[in-house]
Structures are given as C-alpha cells and as structure tokens.
C-alpha cells in the first residue's frame, strides 16, 4: 500500500483523460507516483475514463486500492477527449492544476519548470510547448499550420496551443473546465482562447515529447484538421458576440 497521505486540499492534481489505454495506463500511473513521491508532494490524481471498451477501467480499478490518491471519473460511453479531461479538472480539489495525456508522452516531473514560471511572472496558466515533438511528419506541419492560424484568428503569440501539458491555479482551471464546450482535439487550446477572453495571464515554457508509453494515436489526421478548424470558427465567432456583450459568458 502505498505510504502518501491524502490531506484536505492537494497542492497538486494531475488530471488526464484516458480512451483504451490498457498498454500504458499502468506504466503512466506508476510513474506519476513515483515522481509525487519524489517530490514530496500532496498530490492527487484524477484520470476520467472516458467509456474505455478495453482493460483500463479494470487496470484502473486495481491500482486505486495500491494507490489511494487516483481518482477514477467514470463514463460509460465514450464522449471525447475534451469531456473526460473537464469532468477529471472537475473532481480535482488541488491548489494547482496540471493537465497532461494518459499515454505517457508528457513529463509529469515537469510540473515543477510551469511551476516556477508561473510563480516567476504571477500567471494564472502556463503551457508547455514540445520540443522535437514525437510525431508523425504530416502531425508536425499540421500542428504548426494550426499555431499560425491560432495566432491570426486570436492574437495569442504561444508556440504550441494545443499542448495538454497546462499548469492551472486551480480555481482557473476549475473554471475553464467549466466553461468549456470542446468534446475532442480542440480542448487544450480552447482553453487558453477562453482564458485570454476572460482576462488570465498565461506563459509558456519549452517541455520534453517522448513516445507513447503504448497502444496507437486515436487522432486521424484529416478529420482531426476539419474539426479543429470548425470549432474554431465557432470560437472566433463566440470571443466577438462575447466581446460585443452579446453572450455573458465566452
């Protein structure tokens, strides 16, 4: 069993979705214990199983009785990236939170280097952005082609939006989740478009990409692009009635 006690308030949540990762959830997790043990933090973590068909809710299941800072949210059908992420942010009680992938393509140790930039220049956010991001060649110029389009439609001058790995006060982060309206991909940026909408100070700082941990990209390119690019219409349209006092809310 392991030895972290669970106090009132975490100072850190990690919160991620997971969709049939039966492959690496177990690695994924372990890690994140060990590096909360590492660091002699109070922390939690939240995953929401996002209607997974395969082993992970079974796998998840086990490792909440070795663990008793994992936090399962349940789905029973799977409803998106974006939904899982929201409902885990929703549960998360931390001082801090820090959103990341289940696959294990991100750091959970880097949590510190968003940390100091955000106490550094008093932000209410900081995103990572990948260096020698681990993907496919068309993923890379897609990603890149979307940054630029992001800095048009919006005007936010950040290398990587749609980086999961966000390091979150969390009563931001709580609230952006709350408002949030992306089922999938686009999530992550939403997120920083609706928190420069509503006046939070983000930064970024340059984070490790790594392989997955196991198991195949659910992401397919084409339709990924297409969806990407209508929601994003739907925001830049939102962030003017918004800006016009037409909706009270982004």
Not at 92 to 99: F, Q, S, V
Request: glycine share 8%.
């Amino acid at each position: 069993m392991s030895e972290i006690q669970i106090l009132e308030r975490p100072f850190l949540s990690l919160c991620a979705p997971a969709y049939n990762e039966e492959e690496s959830i177990e690695s994924v997790v372990r890690e994140w214990a060990a590096i909360i043990a590492r660091d002699n933090l109070n922390a939690e973590m939240v995953i929401g199983n996002d209607g997974s068909m395969d082993r992970t809710g079974e796998i998840l299941a086990r490792l909440q009785q070795e663990f008793p800072n994992l936090i399962i949210v349940s789905h029973d059908k799977n409803g998106g990236y974006g939904r899982a992420l929201r409902s885990a942010m929703a549960e998360a009680r931390g001082e801090y939170i820090l959103t990341l992938d289940s696959d294990g393509q991100f750091d959970a140790g880097e949590w510190k280097q968003l940390y100091d930039k955000l106490q550094a220049e008093t932000l209410d956010l900081v995103t990572g952005y990948r260096h020698a991001k681990q993907a496919s060649f068309l993923h890379v110029y897609a990603d890149r082609g979307l940054n630029g389009l992001i800095r048009l439609m919006f005007g936010l001058r950040l290398r990587d939006t749609n980086c999961a790995l966000k390091l979150f006060r969390g009563e931001v982060g709580r609230a952006l989740a709350a408002s949030g309206e992306a089922m999938g991909y686009p999530t992550p940026t939403e997120f920083l478009v609706k928190a420069q909408l509503l006046g939070y100070r983000a930064g970024e700082v340059q984070i490790t990409h790594r392989d997955r941990a196991g198991g195949t990209t659910k992401l397919k390119a084409l339709h990924t692009s297409l969806t990407m690019l209508q929601f994003l219409l739907y925001l830049r349209w939102k962030q003017q009635l918004f800006r016009a006092r037409i909706l009270s809310r982004p």
